[in-house]
């Protein structure tokens, strides 16, 4: 998004702001899209499986329209999602429905919607019990995905699923579709995707063995990389035509064959955003150039930032359209935001001139960082939210929102 965009939504919906470029984001899925064919192209040297993408709408709930048209699955964690896509008049074909806990009381509202026509997941054996028994109530079979743990809370543990696949005939409304397995997020290696994917290979041949059950298909969050910045060693990016070609060949060497799908978010989403806030104090302490601007760290959070110390990409961004400034060379400016906290700094040495006004824009918040800060702290206001379609010009999603009644005694 250039400058000129960012300076418009700024002036139009004001500071701070998050804008999600919705173009960027089907170009990004049209590269892994791509990616992942020419991958299974190369390692099968003919038929391989055709990856299908399920996108973690955790990730952002602001781009699930979208992705409901880009992905061919929404993963849907929490009741609150499910009310985003029901009120959204997404077809439950597209729901994969997880989350960790599933209250019997929110799934019977889900199942009601959806019926037969999404995916569930089955994070315990009472998750399945409570699908089966709701499924033969409405004279139906749901498709289940039981999760297996990586160690962690998540999930079943090989024994439980095993066991849960041998006697899959006293869940009578259900129909075992496939696994679903994640370990984590902002994977950095090919490594350990290998290392999971023989676990997962020896699990699955222990399912054909021991239960008679061949998996049909594998649900898999990968939890790809991505790196945010600039002042730190470069990180791999396993989107490349090269790193998804080469984990299409750990595909390959698994015995087991089936369905794939990849489960991601941040992967996706994470440069389509832009965190925009103003330069509204500047001053110089002990010799520090500093600049306050009307943000702070409980809007906006980079995985692995700690204090600032880790420079992000940044765009300042003069208020009116004019010849470039003339590069600030040896200057440094820590940005911070508006807290009552000496941790809210945003980056720490910013390598050049910010000016009150200036529009200073921190790039890549397309997933998470908008809402893993402390959003309620100070009873600051929500930021708005719009979106930007090249086609449909500024969607806006969210105005700016007081939080103070949220922090309000009572009277």
Not at 96 to 120: H, N, P
Not at 160 to 172: G, K, N, Q
Request: proline letters at 5%.
């Amino acid at each position: 998004m250039d400058d000129r965009l960012i300076r418009e939504a700024a002036e139009r919906f004001g500071t701070p702001l998050y804008i999600f470029d919705l173009d960027q984001v089907r170009e990004r899925v049209r590269s892994l899209r791509d990616g992942f064919r020419d991958g299974v192209r190369e390692a099968f040297q003919g038929e391989g499986p055709e990856i299908a993408l399920t996108y973690s709408m955790k990730t952002n709930p602001f781009l699930t329209r979208a992705m409901a048209d880009l992905a061919d699955r929404i993963e849907v964690c929490s009741m609150g999602e499910f009310r985003i896509c029901r009120d959204l008049q997404l077809p439950p074909e597209k729901l994969f429905i997880s989350g960790v806990l599933k209250i019997r009381e929110d799934l019977e509202q889900i199942v009601d919607y959806c019926g037969d026509r999404a995916r569930y997941t089955a994070e315990s054996p009472q998750q399945a019990r409570y699908l089966s028994g709701m499924a033969c109530a409405q004279g139906i079979r749901v498709r289940v995905y039981p999760r297996l743990t990586n160690g962690s809370q998540f999930g079943m543990d090989a024994d439980t699923i095993t066991r849960m696949a041998l006697y899959r005939d006293e869940y009578p409304g259900i129909a075992l579709a496939g696994i679903h397995f994640f370990s984590g997020t902002q994977k950095k290696k090919l490594t350990r995707h290998g290392k999971e994917l023989r676990m997962l290979d020896a699990f699955m041949a222990r399912l054909r063995d021991e239960a008679g059950w061949e998996v049909p298909e594998l649900e898999y969050g990968t939890g790809f990389a991505v790196s945010y910045f600039e002042d730190r060693k470069e990180e791999t990016d396993l989107r490349s035509g090269e790193q998804l070609a080469a984990f299409c060949g750990l595909l390959r060497e698994m015995q087991w064959r089936g369905d794939v799908t990849i489960e991601m978010g941040r992967a996706f989403a994470a440069e389509c955003g832009t965190y925009v806030t103003t330069a509204l104090d500047t001053k110089v302490n002990d010799g520090r150039e500093i600049c306050l601007v009307d943000g702070g760290i409980h809007q906006l959070q980079y995985d692995g930032q700690i204090k600032g110390m880790y420079r992000p990409r940044i765009r300042v961004i003069p208020p009116e359209e004019g010849p470039e400034r003339p590069p600030a060379e040896g200057r440094s400016v820590m940005i911070c935001g508006s807290l009552c906290t000496m941790n809210d700094v945003l980056c720490s040495d910013y390598p050049g001139e910010i000016r009150e006004g200036d529009r200073v824009a921190f790039l890549d918040t397309g997933a998470y960082s908008f809402y893993e800060g402390m959003s309620l702290f100070l009873s600051h206001e929500l930021p708005g939210v719009v979106l930007r379609d090249a086609g449909e010009g500024w969607l806006p999603a969210r105005d700016r929102t007081e939080t103070y009644p949220l922090n309000m005694p009572p009277r």
